[in-house]
Protein backbone atom coordinates (compact mmCIF):
# COMPACT_ATOMS: atom_id res chain seq x y z
CA UNK A 1 0.00 0.00 0.00
CA UNK A 2 3.06 2.32 0.01
CA UNK A 3 2.48 4.28 -2.86
CA UNK A 4 -0.69 5.04 -2.65
CA UNK A 5 -0.23 6.16 0.81
CA UNK A 6 2.32 8.56 -0.51
CA UNK A 7 0.47 9.64 -3.53
CA UNK A 8 -2.92 10.74 -1.43
CA UNK A 9 -0.41 12.07 1.79
CA UNK A 10 0.90 14.15 -1.68
CA UNK A 11 -2.68 15.98 -2.60
CA UNK A 12 -3.57 16.09 1.40
CA UNK A 13 -0.54 18.10 1.94
CA UNK A 14 -1.21 20.40 -0.94
CA UNK A 15 -4.62 20.97 0.06
CA UNK A 16 -4.30 21.52 4.25
CA UNK A 17 -0.08 22.25 4.67
CA UNK A 18 2.69 20.39 3.36
CA UNK A 19 4.57 21.19 6.58
CA UNK A 20 2.24 18.84 8.26
CA UNK A 21 3.26 16.14 5.60
CA UNK A 22 4.41 13.31 7.95
CA UNK A 23 1.13 14.05 10.14
CA UNK A 24 -0.96 13.15 6.76
CA UNK A 25 1.01 10.31 5.47
CA UNK A 26 0.76 8.65 9.11
CA UNK A 27 -3.63 9.38 8.86
CA UNK A 28 -3.54 8.03 5.79
CA UNK A 29 -1.46 4.93 6.39
CA UNK A 30 -3.90 4.01 9.04
CA UNK A 31 -7.31 5.00 6.79
CA UNK A 32 -5.77 2.92 4.11
CA UNK A 33 -4.76 -0.03 5.64
CA UNK A 34 -8.23 -0.10 7.60
CA UNK A 35 -10.10 0.44 4.62
CA UNK A 36 -8.30 -2.31 3.20
CA UNK A 37 -8.91 -4.74 6.15
CA UNK A 38 -13.17 -3.85 5.83
CA UNK A 39 -12.55 -4.19 2.19
CA UNK A 40 -11.33 -7.73 2.82
CA UNK A 41 -13.85 -8.70 5.47
CA UNK A 42 -16.28 -7.48 2.79
CA UNK A 43 -14.62 -9.88 0.53
CA UNK A 44 -14.66 -12.77 2.68
CA UNK A 45 -18.07 -12.39 3.08
CA UNK A 46 -19.04 -12.40 -0.39
CA UNK A 47 -16.04 -14.29 -2.29
CA UNK A 48 -15.35 -16.73 0.04
CA UNK A 49 -12.44 -17.96 -2.59
CA UNK A 50 -11.08 -14.79 -3.03
CA UNK A 51 -7.14 -14.22 -2.66
CA UNK A 52 -6.24 -11.83 0.48
CA UNK A 53 -3.88 -9.66 -1.72
CA UNK A 54 -7.70 -8.41 -3.58
CA UNK A 55 -8.36 -6.16 -1.63
CA UNK A 56 -4.76 -4.22 -1.01
CA UNK A 57 -4.94 -4.46 -5.05
CA UNK A 58 -8.48 -2.97 -5.69
CA UNK A 59 -7.68 -0.40 -2.82
CA UNK A 60 -4.62 0.83 -4.22
CA UNK A 61 -5.66 0.56 -8.05
CA UNK A 62 -8.27 3.17 -6.98
CA UNK A 63 -6.29 5.56 -5.36
CA UNK A 64 -3.29 5.55 -8.02
CA UNK A 65 -5.69 6.13 -10.80
CA UNK A 66 -8.32 8.93 -8.28
CA UNK A 67 -5.16 10.79 -7.46
CA UNK A 68 -2.64 12.46 -9.33
CA UNK A 69 0.83 11.69 -8.36
CA UNK A 70 1.64 15.42 -8.96
CA UNK A 71 2.10 16.42 -5.23
CA UNK A 72 3.52 13.53 -4.28
CA UNK A 73 7.16 12.60 -3.68
CA UNK A 74 6.60 10.19 -6.70
CA UNK A 75 6.07 13.57 -8.85
CA UNK A 76 7.40 13.82 -12.43
CA UNK A 77 8.11 17.60 -12.22
CA UNK A 78 8.85 19.01 -8.96
CA UNK A 79 12.20 16.65 -8.95
CA UNK A 80 15.64 16.09 -9.94
CA UNK A 81 14.30 14.58 -13.46
CA UNK A 82 11.55 15.93 -14.53
CA UNK A 83 9.53 13.25 -17.10
CA UNK A 84 6.41 13.31 -18.67
CA UNK A 85 4.97 10.75 -16.36
CA UNK A 86 6.08 9.66 -13.07
CA UNK A 87 7.61 5.92 -13.65
CA UNK A 88 6.98 4.98 -9.79
CA UNK A 89 3.55 5.89 -10.17
CA UNK A 90 3.53 3.82 -13.44
CA UNK A 91 4.94 1.05 -11.71
CA UNK A 92 2.62 1.20 -8.93
CA UNK A 93 -0.71 1.57 -11.06
CA UNK A 94 0.73 -1.48 -13.32
CA UNK A 95 1.52 -3.43 -10.58
CA UNK A 96 -2.38 -3.05 -8.89
CA UNK A 97 -3.93 -3.63 -11.55
CA UNK A 98 -1.73 -6.81 -12.74
CA UNK A 99 -2.57 -7.52 -8.83
CA UNK A 100 -6.08 -7.47 -9.55
CA UNK A 101 -6.44 -9.46 -12.71
CA UNK A 102 -4.31 -12.13 -10.96
CA UNK A 103 -6.22 -12.72 -7.73
CA UNK A 104 -9.73 -12.24 -8.96
CA UNK A 105 -9.05 -15.72 -10.91
CA UNK A 106 -9.71 -17.73 -7.87
CA UNK A 107 -13.25 -16.09 -7.38
CA UNK A 108 -14.79 -18.38 -10.57
CA UNK A 109 -15.14 -17.70 -14.35
CA UNK A 110 -17.56 -14.80 -13.91
CA UNK A 111 -15.23 -12.89 -11.82
CA UNK A 112 -12.66 -13.38 -14.39
CA UNK A 113 -14.66 -11.57 -16.83
CA UNK A 114 -15.22 -8.78 -14.30
CA UNK A 115 -11.17 -8.52 -14.45
CA UNK A 116 -11.01 -8.01 -17.75
CA UNK A 117 -13.81 -5.36 -17.48
CA UNK A 118 -11.68 -3.58 -15.03
CA UNK A 119 -8.47 -3.36 -17.92
CA UNK A 120 -11.10 -2.42 -20.40
CA UNK A 121 -12.64 0.11 -18.49
CA UNK A 122 -8.93 1.57 -17.36
CA UNK A 123 -7.94 1.96 -20.55
CA UNK A 124 -11.72 3.35 -21.76
CA UNK A 125 -11.82 5.89 -19.38
CA UNK A 126 -7.81 7.22 -19.67
CA UNK A 127 -8.22 7.24 -23.25
CA UNK A 128 -11.66 8.22 -24.01
CA UNK A 129 -12.80 10.81 -21.10
CA UNK A 130 -8.41 11.87 -20.08
CA UNK A 131 -9.57 10.74 -16.30
CA UNK A 132 -5.93 9.71 -15.66
CA UNK A 133 -3.21 11.55 -14.79
CA UNK A 134 -1.25 10.55 -17.80
CA UNK A 135 -1.31 12.01 -20.93
CA UNK A 136 0.80 8.93 -22.35
CA UNK A 137 -1.77 6.91 -24.60
CA UNK A 138 0.83 3.93 -25.51
CA UNK A 139 1.67 3.42 -21.73
CA UNK A 140 -2.01 3.48 -20.82
CA UNK A 141 -2.72 0.22 -23.54
CA UNK A 142 0.59 -1.36 -22.39
CA UNK A 143 -0.63 -1.33 -19.00
CA UNK A 144 -4.01 -2.74 -19.64
CA UNK A 145 -2.81 -5.58 -22.08
CA UNK A 146 0.39 -6.78 -19.70
CA UNK A 147 -2.03 -6.20 -16.53
CA UNK A 148 -4.57 -8.66 -18.65
CA UNK A 149 -2.61 -11.34 -20.17
CA UNK A 150 0.15 -11.67 -17.31
CA UNK A 151 -2.46 -11.26 -14.57
CA UNK A 152 -4.66 -14.33 -16.61
CA UNK A 153 -1.49 -16.46 -16.44
CA UNK A 154 -1.23 -16.45 -20.58
CA UNK A 155 2.47 -14.82 -20.35
CA UNK A 156 4.95 -16.37 -22.98
CA UNK A 157 8.69 -15.07 -23.97
CA UNK A 158 7.43 -14.30 -27.38
CA UNK A 159 5.59 -11.21 -25.59
CA UNK A 160 8.45 -9.52 -24.89
CA UNK A 161 9.55 -9.14 -28.65
CA UNK A 162 5.91 -7.31 -29.33
CA UNK A 163 6.23 -5.17 -25.54
CA UNK A 164 9.64 -3.89 -27.43
CA UNK A 165 7.93 -3.13 -30.72
CA UNK A 166 4.63 -2.25 -29.40
CA UNK A 167 2.94 0.54 -31.58
CA UNK A 168 3.58 3.62 -29.82
CA UNK A 169 7.26 3.26 -29.82
CA UNK A 170 7.61 2.19 -33.60
CA UNK A 171 5.66 5.39 -34.28
CA UNK A 172 7.41 7.46 -31.42
CA UNK A 173 10.99 5.64 -33.27
CA UNK A 174 9.77 6.26 -36.90
CA UNK A 175 7.86 9.55 -36.60
CA UNK A 176 10.49 11.65 -34.21
CA UNK A 177 13.82 9.33 -34.06
CA UNK A 178 15.96 9.82 -31.09
CA UNK A 179 16.40 13.18 -30.23
CA UNK A 180 18.17 14.95 -27.10
CA UNK A 181 16.09 16.74 -24.89
CA UNK A 182 18.03 16.74 -21.07
CA UNK A 183 15.22 17.74 -18.55
CA UNK A 184 12.70 17.75 -21.22
CA UNK A 185 13.59 21.02 -22.56
CA UNK A 186 12.45 20.43 -26.65
CA UNK A 187 14.54 22.14 -28.97
CA UNK A 188 12.04 22.08 -31.38
CA UNK A 189 8.59 20.50 -32.72
CA UNK A 190 10.49 17.40 -33.57
CA UNK A 191 11.79 16.47 -30.35
CA UNK A 192 7.59 16.19 -29.00
CA UNK A 193 7.69 12.90 -30.95
CA UNK A 194 10.68 11.49 -31.11
CA UNK A 195 12.57 9.24 -28.25
CA UNK A 196 14.35 10.93 -25.50
CA UNK A 197 17.87 9.73 -25.06
CA UNK A 198 18.23 12.02 -22.08
CA UNK A 199 16.07 9.51 -20.43
CA UNK A 200 18.67 6.71 -20.63
CA UNK A 201 21.03 8.74 -19.34
CA UNK A 202 18.55 9.87 -16.43
CA UNK A 203 18.31 5.99 -15.79
CA UNK A 204 21.85 5.30 -15.55
CA UNK A 205 22.29 7.52 -13.37
CA UNK A 206 19.32 7.23 -11.21
CA UNK A 207 19.94 6.17 -7.61
CA UNK A 208 17.79 3.52 -7.92
CA UNK A 209 19.47 2.02 -10.34
CA UNK A 210 22.95 1.74 -8.02
CA UNK A 211 20.70 0.38 -5.08
CA UNK A 212 19.23 -2.16 -7.46
CA UNK A 213 22.51 -3.15 -8.41
CA UNK A 214 24.13 -3.69 -4.85
CA UNK A 215 20.79 -5.55 -4.14
CA UNK A 216 20.95 -8.03 -7.15
CA UNK A 217 24.68 -8.14 -5.78
CA UNK A 218 24.03 -9.07 -2.53
CA UNK A 219 21.78 -11.99 -3.51
CA UNK A 220 24.20 -13.38 -6.25
CA UNK A 221 26.72 -13.51 -3.46
CA UNK A 222 25.09 -14.63 -0.33
CA UNK A 223 22.16 -16.85 -1.75
CA UNK A 224 21.95 -16.41 -5.69
CA UNK A 225 20.95 -20.54 -5.46
CA UNK A 226 18.45 -20.44 -2.32
CA UNK A 227 16.92 -17.30 -3.98
CA UNK A 228 15.93 -19.37 -7.39
CA UNK A 229 15.35 -22.33 -5.54
CA UNK A 230 12.55 -20.75 -3.44
CA UNK A 231 11.23 -18.79 -6.58
CA UNK A 232 10.90 -21.70 -8.11
CA UNK A 233 9.22 -23.22 -4.85
CA UNK A 234 6.77 -20.67 -4.87
CA UNK A 235 6.23 -20.36 -8.19
CA UNK A 236 5.27 -24.41 -8.18
CA UNK A 237 2.78 -23.68 -5.05
CA UNK A 238 1.20 -20.24 -6.56
CA UNK A 239 1.57 -19.11 -9.51
CA UNK A 240 0.24 -15.67 -8.91
CA UNK A 241 3.87 -14.77 -6.96
CA UNK A 242 5.36 -14.92 -10.60
CA UNK A 243 2.95 -12.14 -11.92
CA UNK A 244 5.11 -9.32 -10.43
CA UNK A 245 8.27 -10.49 -11.31
CA UNK A 246 6.99 -11.13 -14.85
CA UNK A 247 5.62 -7.85 -15.36
CA UNK A 248 8.84 -5.82 -14.18
CA UNK A 249 10.49 -7.75 -17.07
CA UNK A 250 7.63 -6.60 -19.37
CA UNK A 251 7.89 -3.21 -18.30
CA UNK A 252 11.64 -3.32 -19.34
CA UNK A 253 11.15 -4.95 -22.23
CA UNK A 254 8.64 -2.07 -23.02
CA UNK A 255 10.86 0.43 -21.84
CA UNK A 256 13.99 0.01 -24.57
CA UNK A 257 11.81 1.67 -26.44
CA UNK A 258 9.80 3.70 -24.04
CA UNK A 259 12.42 4.76 -21.50
CA UNK A 260 10.25 6.12 -18.76
CA UNK A 261 9.20 2.40 -18.18
CA UNK A 262 12.96 1.85 -17.34
CA UNK A 263 12.55 2.93 -13.77
CA UNK A 264 8.97 1.51 -13.44
CA UNK A 265 10.57 -1.64 -14.55
CA UNK A 266 13.24 -1.54 -11.70
CA UNK A 267 10.98 -0.16 -9.27
CA UNK A 268 8.89 -3.25 -9.69
CA UNK A 269 12.12 -5.55 -9.85
CA UNK A 270 12.31 -4.23 -6.67
CA UNK A 271 9.18 -5.05 -5.00
CA UNK A 272 9.27 -8.28 -6.59
CA UNK A 273 12.20 -8.85 -5.21
CA UNK A 274 11.96 -7.91 -1.68
CA UNK A 275 8.24 -9.63 -1.71
CA UNK A 276 9.70 -12.95 -2.78
CA UNK A 277 12.90 -12.75 -0.37
CA UNK A 278 9.55 -12.51 2.40
CA UNK A 279 7.97 -15.04 0.90
CA UNK A 280 11.01 -17.30 1.12
CA UNK A 281 11.54 -16.68 4.45
CA UNK A 282 8.02 -17.47 5.16
CA UNK A 283 8.01 -20.74 3.95
CA UNK A 284 11.20 -22.04 4.73
Known amino acids: MSPAIVDCAGIVGRYLGVEQWPVWMGLLCFALLIGASALGWGFNRALPDAHPLLPIG ?139 LATYIDFLSSPSLAIAILLAGGISVFGFRFFFHQIRKLGKLDGRRKVLPLIALSSGAFGLLHPAFLLSSLVLATGATIALLLDAVQTM
Not at 78 to 98: D, E, H, K, M, Q
Open 58 to 196: CLGLLAMCLVDPLWSFMSPVFNARPNIASPVALAATLGYLALVVACIQSCGPIWRWVGRLICFLFLAVGIGLHAWWTADLGAALFISVASLVIGEGHFSWPMLAAFIAWPSSLIALFAGGFVWAPRGLLTDSRSRVGIN
